[in-house]
Each structure stands twice: as C-alpha cells, then as structure tokens.
C-alpha cells in the first residue's frame, strides 16, 4: 500500500520552530524530487520549498528563504521541513509530495498555527 504519512504540524508562538516530517511507504523516495506546499484559508495552494532526486536542484519561495529547510533522508524514506522564527502569515496546512515529472504522491495535510 502507498503511502504518505505527515507529522509534526502544531501552535507556535511567532519565532518558535517546527519540523514537519513526512514518512513514504510502498516506494522508495531517493527516486523521487520531493516538496513541500501549504494552502492558507481563503488561498490557493502554493509551493514552499523542492530538493531534486539527486541533491543538485533546490527551491525556496522568497516568502520562506533563510527560515526554512527541506532535507531527506533515504535510510528512513522520510522527508523533512524544519521551520524556523516562524510569523503568523506562515499559517497554513503544509502537504509533503515526491514525484518524477509531476507530483505524484501527496501527504495527507498537517495544521500549522503561528499565533501568539
């Protein structure tokens, strides 16, 4: 069975940190470029960050850059996005997806909460 499993959403204070985790099942992930996006209320879904199959390709949006980190590792088929000195604006539901050509595989959602 194919599966994408999300963890570590949650409340944070503004400036705290969270790392989300997402662990694939029924496919290797080294295989795949791998990403994260979120979809706030009221707007579209949008990307946050990808890391390419092979290390040598990796994108932040403008909005994340210098606070948040993708990385994966292969031993765990997991995949991971630390945030760090989060604001209120990152608020959103943060999905992890893997993919060749298109983003095939998507995580089920995790609730991220910036408030004081």
């Known amino acids: 069975q194919l599966q994408f499993v999300e963890s570590g959403g949650g409340l944070v204070q503004p400036g705290g940190s969270l790392r989300l985790s997402c662990v694939a099942s029924?496919?290797?992930?080294?295989?795949?470029?791998i990403g994260w996006f979120r979809q706030a209320p009221g707007k579209e879904r949008e990307g946050v960050s990808c890391?390419?199959?092979?290390?040598?390709?990796?994108y932040y949006a403008d909005a994340v850059k210098g606070r948040f980190t993708i990385s994966r590792d292969n031993a765990k088929n997991t995949i991971y996005l630390q945030m760090n000195n989060l604001k209120p604006e990152d608020t959103a539901v943060y999905y992890c997806?893997?993919?060749?050509?298109?983003?095939?595989?998507w995580g089920q959602g995790t609730q991220v909460s910036v408030s004081s």
């Open positions: 890391l390419s199959s092979r290390h040598n390709g990796t």
């Open positions: 997806a893997a993919g060749l050509t298109g983003w095939k595989y």
């Open positions: 029924g496919f290797t992930l080294e295989n795949y470029a």
